[in-house]
């Protein structure tokens, strides 16, 4: 059973850092596209950032020049660098995985549990 375990949210204050984890386990053909969304109290769920296996970026421009997106294939672990916080990014982030469980299906969307990250002013 495929799980994504997320770790890194908590409370900062404005300016400050964090760094989210999230870690794939479980039955894994292929690990595909992952990617971190975030979700703010009556808002929709949005893109934040993704990297493709091969390393390839998309950044939201709310988060360029401060958010990294990274990966390490070996892990099957995706990361989310947070630097220059704002009371804006505040949210839930969620990390998200296209995964192929065999051969024998197609890839679909893994979601984590959701971390919460709140920037104090």
């Known amino acids: 059973q495929v799980q994504l375990v997320e770790s890194g949210g908590g409370l900062v204050q404005a300016g400050g850092s964090l760094r989210l984890s999230c870690a794939v386990s479980?039955?894994?053909?292929?690990?595909?596209?992952m990617g971190w969304y975030r979700q703010a109290p009556g808002n929709q769920r949005a893109l934040v950032a993704s990297?493709?296996?091969?390393?390839?970026?998309n950044v939201a421009d709310s988060v360029k020049g401060r958010f990294t997106i990274s990966r390490d294939n070996a892990k099957n672990t995706v990361y989310l660098q947070m630097n220059s916080l704002k009371p804006e990014d505040t949210a839930v982030y969620y990390c998200?995985?296209?995964?192929?469980?065999?051969?024998?299906?197609?890839?679909?969307?893994?979601w984590g549990q959701g971390t919460q990250v709140t920037v104090s002013s």
């Open positions: 998200n995985a296209d995964i192929r469980e065999s051969w024998f299906v197609e890839g679909r969307d893994y």
């Open positions: 990297i493709t296996r091969n390393k390839n970026t």
């Open positions: 479980g039955s894994i053909f292929s690990l595909n596209t």
